[in-house]
């Protein structure tokens, strides 16, 4: 099975409109950055996007959310975009918040198979409603369903041929994770190799995940926020 591809925009060719998908990285660390630049290019519409936030302006998801590519968005964090709090509360974009740690534990729940599991988190709670409660030992758990999507865009390091994943720091994020609960997944990296060139030990993603790799062409590696302080 092939899985080297030439280019970011062959690589995301068939993904439709109307698709979930997930987005690795948190605020500019770890994004997919060509491969968002890809959807933008090919003009997709009507996608249901999965990601820790939503970037900041003119940069990360944002460039989908301004080109109105973006229907309903899942996420843990939403307060550094002002477009996305001003189409949320004017009802043009459905928005689903969840906790931090749910969110990870709902994407890690879908790349190993189980389809819900419960937590504290947010028992008694707005978190809470709609959602089967139940006791265990005397503590209160909500079920929270496993968090799937028809495709995973994560940004890796270095990998393979074989679509091995080595990640750097803090880029590594919620990339891993992701790169198990997409029904497709695409990995940019910054450097290919041959089979057997990664060190096995520093492998985090194995290759049986991923279904597509390539180099990525233009990495801007921006900041969410610049701070300054005198020594």
């Known amino acids: 099975m ?13 993904i439709r409109d109307g698709a979930s998908i997930m987005f690795g990285g948190f605020g500019l660390c770890g994004i997919p950055e060509n491969l ?3 959807l933008l290019r090919k003009g997709v519409k009507g996608l249901r996007t999965i990601g820790n936030d939503m970037g900041i302006p003119g940069a990360g998801l944002s460039l989908l959310l ?3 590519a973006i229907v309903e968005h899942t996420a843990s964090y939403v307060g550094g975009n002002p477009l996305l709090a001003e189409l949320m509360f004017a009802g043009r974009l459905k928005v689903n ?3 931090q740690g749910t969110f990870s534990e709902s994407i890690r729940a879908a790349g190993a198979g189980i389809p819900a599991y419960y937590t504290p988190v947010g028992v008694g709670t707005i978190v809470a409603e709609g959602k089967e409660v139940r ?3 005397g503590r209160k758990y909500l079920m929270e369903k496993a968090l799937h999507a028809d495709f995973a865009l994560v940004k890796a390091w270095r990998g393979d041929t074989r679509g091995n994943l080595v990640y750097r720091k803090t880029a590594r994020n919620f990339n891993p994770m992701m790169a198990t609960a997409g029904a497709v997944t695409i990995a940019e990296v910054e450097t290919i190799v041959a089979p057997g060139e990664l060190d096995g030990d520093q492998i985090v993603t194995p290759g049986i995940y991923v279904k597509r790799i390539f180099q990525g062409e233009l990495y801007e590696r ?4 610049l701070r300054h302080r005198s020594l």
């Open 2 to 14: 092939k899985k080297v591809f030439e280019s970011a925009d062959a690589a995301v060719a068939d």
């Open 36 to 38: 968002i630049r890809a």
């Open 66 to 68: 301004e080109a109105g």
């Open 97 to 99: 918040l969840i906790p």
């Open 135 to 137: 006791e265990f030992s």
């Open 222 to 225: 921006r900041f969410d926020r």
